[in-house]
T-cell receptor, first 115, second 114 residues
Framework: DTEVTQTPKHLVMGMTNKKSLKCEQH?????MYWYKQKAKKPPELMFV???????INESVPSRFSPECPNSSLLNLHLHALQPEDSALYLC??????????????FGPGTRLTVL | GDSVTQMEGPVTLSEEAFLTINCTYT??????LFWYVQYPGEGLQLLLK?????DKGSNKGFEATYRKETTSFHLEKGSVQVSDSAVYFC?????????????FGQGTRLTINP
């Protein structure tokens, strides 16, 4: 099974709200990723977690706060977002962190709209 | 830095036509190469991959060969179906700061008409 699940599927929030996105995988993968995808663009890497530790932050604004409570779960906490943050947020996982031949498996994404 | 260039779309074909989507890359080191497909409203699905020069990845009738001499990984399919309509992303995987980083091309939107 190569499934990555994400909840919720859709989220609408105001600029003053606090919300969280959730991602789960039960494949025993040790690296997990958050990507942001705007319409008609490729995904852009936001964060990488390796063995539950944050290893890469691609200069993402602090209104996005990632969390990896355990090896199967990845959260993205959202606070004081802007309308331009509206996008599809994708989670991915890979078996290892620094093996270039590994495949990253993507979840279906959360469609976020910020009003 | 590493980069991927894909042929620009959109591409529109008739059912049973031959498909080629060009992809070239620039990289230091020895990246792995991937094609991902994204259907409307969904996440990315791995279509195929190749991890070293001259490897051929294949899946669901799609093929791509890792050509180091031309730094290319062109996607081909002999006879496309309406269900192949989607956005296709070429990507390379490299290691930065000890972690994997996928570098994507801009994507090619493919529409197959019956």
């Amino acid at each position: 099974d190569t499934e990555v699940t994400q909840t919720p599927k859709h989220l609408v929030m105001g600029m003053t709200n606090k919300k969280s996105l959730k991602c789960e995988q039960h494949m025993g993968h040790r690296a997990m990723y958050w990507y942001k995808q705007k319409a008609k663009k490729p995904p852009e890497l936001m964060f990488v977690y390796s063995y539950e530790k944050l290893s890469i932050n691609e200069s993402v604004p602090s209104r996005f706060s990632p969390e990896c409570p355990n090896s199967s779960l990845l959260n993205l906490h959202l606070h004081a977002l802007q309308p331009e943050d509206s996008a599809l947020y994708l989670c991915a996982s890979s078996p290892r962190d620094s093996e270039v031949t590994d495949t990253q498996y993507f979840g279906p994404g959360t469609r976020l709209t910020v009003l | 830095g590493d980069s991927v260039t894909q042929m620009e779309g959109p591409v529109t074909l008739s059912e049973e036509a031959f498909l080629t989507i060009n992809c070239t890359y620039t990289a230091t080191g020895y990246p792995s190469l991937f094609w991902y497909v994204q259907y409307p409203g969904e996440g990315l699905q791995l279509l195929l991959k190749a991890t070293k020069a001259d490897d051929k990845g294949s899946n669901k009738g799609f093929e791509a060969t890792y050509r180091k001499e031309t730094t290319s990984f062109h996607l081909e399919k002999g006879s496309v179906q309406v269900s192949d309509s989607a956005v296709y992303f070429c990507a390379l995987n490299t290691i930065i700061q000890g972690a994997q980083k996928l570098v994507f091309g801009q994507g090619t939107r493919l529409t197959i008409n019956p």
